[in-house]
């Protein structure tokens, strides 16, 4: 019965593959544990020191034991770096600004290994070089690879390293020193910011040895697509261990890796299901958290000082109604654009352009209005996109496992503006469903949980064809506005433009009355009042 769900051989796999995902998790925890800061690089940091090593050995056929050293030193100087050139400039800066730059560091990490020559080339397009090739049975129906073999050396001697490390020498009482009481730490001669340098370098390192040690075990050349899905993994493990404690993360870490085999074991063409479980998981915990463990009340502030407008140019009408004229000039300008442009593709770029422009917008009311943050905007947008398009050709619904059906039936073809009301009240609900956990919670969960919704989107709702199945499967309908393509897509930018404008309106007078001396409240959480 057993042997039907898992085997001895498929549990091996996913130990190791999970004590691997333990370095990503302890990498997380250990930042957050010293700077409070949640680093989203982890998972992609040290994907150019993996490159690196697959380029030294691959084409230029260094020894690998002399390439590894050097490649797990690129990879602890790229975390010094990025602590000395971004985090140490933003050391006084609220937490989710950190937060912020560490994705853009992960961006950079990418396109760095995508810049390294010759990446890619040659054998590095099939298999990633490893220093131990072979198998060995075992016993018990296990069998050994060289890979895992590196991996069972490998984590528990940087696991004990780490844990010596940070409980056994005056480094470690320094990092609790400084996260504790940083004034104090300095009044006996710790310097909070070398404290902050060496654990990102540690950081650095684990994320290194991680993604080597998962590219050699899978065998896989394409790093980029590495950085996200073990981010994730770690990251749940992390929060399953509060983000404090390392022996919870790496229990949880196995548990993933245990998951992830057993998934795919029994749902072989289920392909990201393992994201979206960890995604529902991840919405399990935000919701438990509660608003007392997040400290960090001025973490959210991104608006700059709103200065009062002078008395004298209030008696000044097109002043006192600046704002609004903006918004009706803006809205000039928008209508008019569409009517100039006569190319079908100019148009079209312009309706996108305001379609990523009404997305941005929503993050900007997120994050000044209710001092939260979403990572998983456009993944909300798709499914709105999705739900549309289904709601015009017709949907079916068949909601259940097995035999048993909890929700089937069928909807018949709407018109297209019905579907479109329709599809953003799908979007709504979904994103009410997962930020409600975190609205008591500031901002740092919140974008925890939709990044894991962005990715698992991305990997098993956008391809499940079986999520929203059409009962005519032809291709992606559009607005009916004309004959011609030009007047199509001119419909889309009415539509996309009539969309922006409410938020625009809203956006503008808020702040207008926030610059007025007004009571707003939009802009009231950002606003810091003027000095006495």
């Known amino acids: 019965m057993l042997s039907a769900i898992f085997t001895s051989n498929l549990l091996f796999?996913?130990?190791?593959?999970?004590?691997?995902?333990?370095?990503?998790?302890?990498?997380?925890?250990?930042?957050?544990?010293?700077?409070?800061?949640?680093?989203?690089?982890?998972?992609?940091?040290?994907?150019?020191?993996?490159?690196?090593?697959?380029?030294?050995?691959?084409?230029?056929?260094?020894?690998?034991?002399?390439?590894?050293?050097?490649?797990?030193?690129?990879?602890?100087?790229?975390?010094?770096?990025?602590?000395?050139?971004?985090?140490?400039?933003?050391?006084?800066?609220?937490?989710?600004?950190?937060?912020?730059?560490?994705?853009?560091?992960?961006?950079?990490?990418?396109?760095v290994s995508y810049a390294l020559p010759n990446y890619q080339t040659g054998a590095l397009q099939t298999s990633f070089p490893s220093p131990i090739n072979g198998q060995w049975n075992i016993g018990a129906g296990i069998t050994l690879s060289g890979a895992q073999l590196l991996a069972l050396i490998a984590v528990p001697v940087t696991t004990l390293g780490l844990w010596w490390l940070l409980n056994h020498t005056k480094f470690g009482e320094s990092v609790r020193a400084s996260v504790?009481?940083?004034?104090?730490?300095?009044?006996?001669?710790?310097?909070?910011?070398?404290?902050?340098?060496?654990?990102?370098?540690?950081?650095?390192?684990?994320?290194?040895?991680?993604?080597?040690?998962?590219?050699?075990?899978?065998?896989?050349?394409?790093?980029?697509?590495?950085?996200?899905?073990?981010?994730?993994?770690?990251?749940?493990?992390?929060?399953?261990?509060?983000?404090?404690?390392?022996?919870?993360?790496?229990?949880?870490?196995?548990?993933?890796?245990?998951?992830?085999?057993?998934?795919?074991f029994n749902f072989p063409s289920q392909t990201g299901l393992l994201q979206f479980v960890l995604f529902v998981v991840v919405v399990l915990l935000v919701g438990r958290?509660?608003?007392?463990?997040?400290?960090?009340?001025?973490?959210?502030?991104?608006a700059p000082r709103v200065r009062a407008v002078p008395d004298r140019l209030k008696q000044i009408w097109w002043v006192r109604r600046l704002p609004q004229l903006g918004a009706l000039l803006a809205l000039l300008v928008g209508i008019a654009l569409p009517l100039l442009l006569r190319e079908s593709s100019q148009q079209f770029t312009y309706a996108e352009i305001l379609a990523f422009a009404l997305c941005a917008t929503s993050v900007t009311v997120l994050t000044g209005w209710a001092g939260q943050l979403s990572l998983g905007q456009m993944a909300f947008a798709g499914i709105g996109a999705l739900s549309a398009a289904a709601f015009v050709r017709g949907v079916s619904v068949d909601i259940g496992w097995g035999s048993v059906h909890l929700l089937k039936g069928s909807l018949p073809a709407i018109p297209f503006g019905w579907a479109l009301l329709a599809g953003s009240a799908v979007a709504c609900l979904l994103a009410s469903a997962v930020g409600v956990g975190a609205l008591r919670v500031r901002g740092l969960l919140l974008a925890v949980s939709t990044l894991a919704f962005a990715i698992a989107a991305q990997d098993y709702i956008f391809p499940c064809r079986s999520c929203l199945s059409a009962s005519r499967r032809s291709s992606c309908p559009a607005a009916p506005s004309g004959p011609s393509t030009s007047v199509s897509t001119t419909g889309a930018t009415t539509t996309a433009l009539s969309s922006c404008w409410p938020w625009c309106w809203c956006s503008w007078a808020a702040c207008g009355a926030a610059g007025s001396g007004a009571p707003s409240s939009g802009c009231a959480r950002t606003r810091t009042p003027p000095p006495p």
Do not use: C
């Not at 380029?55 to 390439?67: E, Q, R, T």
């Not at 990879?75 to 560490?102: C, D, H, K, N």
């Not at 050699?216 to 983000?243: E, K, R, Y």
């Open 13 to 111: 796999i996913g130990t190791v593959r999970g004590m691997i995902i333990a370095l990503i998790a302890m990498g997380i925890v250990l930042v957050y544990r010293s700077s409070r800061v949640i680093n989203f690089a982890v998972g992609d940091l040290g994907v150019p020191a993996t490159a690196l090593l697959a380029i030294m050995v691959g084409l230029h056929h260094w020894p690998y034991w002399l390439a590894l050293p050097a490649a797990l030193a690129v990879g602890a100087m790229s975390g010094a770096v990025v602590e000395l050139a971004v985090i140490r400039r933003l050391f006084q800066a609220p937490r989710v600004i950190v937060l912020v730059a560490t994705i853009g560091v992960a961006q950079l990490a990418q396109a």
């Open 289 to 302: 958290v509660s608003r007392k463990a997040e400290p960090d009340t001025a973490g959210f502030q991104f």
């Open 180 to 264: 504790s009481n940083p004034d104090l730490a300095r009044l006996t001669g710790i310097n909070p910011k070398m404290v902050s340098t060496a654990v990102w370098t540690i950081a650095g390192f684990l994320s290194a040895l991680a993604v080597i040690l998962i590219a050699t075990d899978s065998t896989s050349t394409d790093l980029v697509t590495i950085g996200p899905d073990t981010l994730l993994q770690g990251l749940v493990a992390a929060m399953i261990g509060g983000m404090v404690s390392f022996p919870v993360a790496f229990v949880a870490s196995v548990a993933i890796g245990l998951l992830e085999q057993v998934l795919i």
